[in-house]
C-alpha cells in the first residue's frame, strides 16, 4: 500500500512560484498513475494536473495550463507540482493523489484511492 505526504505549500505573491512534493512511501510507486487535486474554502475538490505513470503522458486544467507543470522522480518516489505565475484564485488546500496504472490519464478524484494529507497555498494579491 502507498502512503503520500505533501510538503511545500505556504504564503506566496501572486505572481510569485511554489514547488509543492509528494513523497510516496512504496516500492511500486512508480507504476501508479499520479494526479494533483486542490480544495478551496467552500468549494469542491477540483482537478489540476496528471500524469500517467509511464511519465510521458501529463494532463493539466485549463485554469493552470501553461502555469503548473507535474513531473515525477522515480530514484526519490516523488512527485512534483511546480506552479508559477501563481494568482489569488490558486488559493486553496493541495492534495496529491495515486491510483493503479491505466490506459487513459484520470482526471476524476472518485477514481484515486490514494491521497495525501493536502498542504496549503495561500497566494496574496
Known amino acids: 500500500q502507498v502512503q503520500l505526504v505533501e510538503s511545500g505549500g505556504g504564503l506566496v505573491q501572486a505572481g510569485g512560484s511554489l514547488r509543492l512534493s509528494c513523497a510516496a512511501s512504496?516500492?511500486?510507486?512508480?507504476?501508479?498513475?499520479k494526479a494533483w487535486f486542490r480544495q478551496a474554502p467552500g468549494k469542491e475538490r477540483e482537478f489540476v494536473a496528471a500524469m500517467r505513470w509511464t511519465r510521458a503522458t501529463t494532463y493539466y486544467a485549463d485554469s493552470v495550463k501553461g502555469r503548473f507543470t507535474i513531473s515525477m522522480d522515480n530514484t526519490k518516489n516523488t512527485v512534483y507540482l511546480q506552479m508559477n505565475s501563481l494568482k489569488p484564485e490558486d488559493t486553496a488546500v493541495y492534495y496529491c493523489?495515486?491510483?493503479?496504472?491505466?490506459?487513459?490519464?484520470?482526471?476524476?478524484?472518485?477514481?484515486?484511492?490514494?491521497w495525501g494529507q493536502g498542504t496549503q497555498v495561500t497566494v496574496s494579491s
Open positions: 512504496g516500492r511500486t510507486f512508480s507504476s501508479y498513475d
Open positions: 493523489a495515486a491510483r493503479p496504472r491505466s490506459s487513459v490519464i484520470v482526471t476524476t478524484s472518485a477514481m484515486f484511492d490514494t
